[in-house]
């Protein structure tokens, strides 16, 4: 079994930033991709941003030019930088885990941008 533990989140003004990160353990061997979805309420979870094994990175558009992904193969983790957020940001955000066992999800953590 797989366990991610999130971190970061919270209450920002517009314009401001965030960052947000996962760290895997437990049953993680064959790691396929890391990265974070999110959703808004009424709304679908989507994919926000991902890191593909081979190094491929994808991005929502909505995201692309202000949101950066990261990983640390060594330290199982991966983080997400979120700058000039704005109102649409606000979801709760979960961590991806793929491996070749299956799909892990973190508990998520809330985003909030609000004036």
């Known amino acids: 079994q797989v366990q991610l533990v999130e971190s970061g989140g919270g209450l920002v003004q517009p314009g401001g930033s965030l960052r947000v990160s996962c760290v895997a353990s437990g049953n993680i061997f064959g790691i396929v991709a890391m990265g974070w979805y999110r959703q808004a309420p009424g709304k679908q979870r989507e994919l926000v941003a991902n890191i593909i094994n081979g190094g491929n990175i994808n991005y929502a558009d909505s995201v692309k030019g202000r949101f950066t992904i990261s990983r640390d193969i060594a330290k199982n983790t991966v983080s997400l930088q979120m700058n000039s957020l704005n109102f649409d940001d606000t979801a709760v955000y979960y961590c991806?885990?793929?491996?070749?066992?299956?799909?892990?999800w973190g508990q998520g953590t809330q985003v909030t941008v609000s004036s």
């Open positions: 991806n885990v793929a491996t070749f066992r299956g799909v892990n």
